[in-house]
């Protein structure tokens, strides 16, 4: 079975976030005043192929996000899985 | 009212991403050969205050969206928009 995953990461809370901050300014100066606060994070979405069973495809997923995807120092991430159609 | 927003951004299909390559080739160096593909976006986080309807929040993400937070021509978008509690 094919698996389709979508993980986002973002900083924890406390670290600081330059590029939320910039984000944030920029949003203001559009006129955007209602903006409280902006945190930015990556958005990445895999295909993994061959893999028979949810729990080993969502047990990969955070052996990558662990190792490479995110950094557990200073980011959370959270993920979805769902079984590719077709 | 408080609005939480997620917004997830990613390039368009067809558009090369050379990001989510990089990440691809260091997930199958590591050992994942089950990853089919990877595609790098952005993930942000929003809190818009004051804002009294769901529906002029949505307006508004949109609008910033469209201006600042992606780039239209390249990117697609997807948000969700949830009261805050508290």
């Known amino acids: 079975m094919d698996w389709e995953v979508k993980i986002e990461t973002k900083l924890k809370d406390g670290i600081?976030?330059?590029?939320g901050k910039a984000v944030k300014t920029g949003l203001k100066s559009l006129g955007y005043n209602n903006v409280e606060s902006v945190h930015v994070g990556k958005?990445?979405?895999l295909v993994l192929e061959n893999i028979e069973q949810k729990n080993k495809?969502?047990?990969m997923v955070e052996e990558m996000c662990d190792k490479l995807l995110a950094n557990p120092v200073i980011e959370d991430y959270s993920y979805h899985i769902k079984e590719m159609e077709g």
Chains 1, 2 share one sequence.
Request: without cysteine.
């Open 43 to 45: 958005y990445l979405e």
């Open 16 to 19: 600081l976030d330059p590029q």
């Open 57 to 59: 495809a969502a047990k």
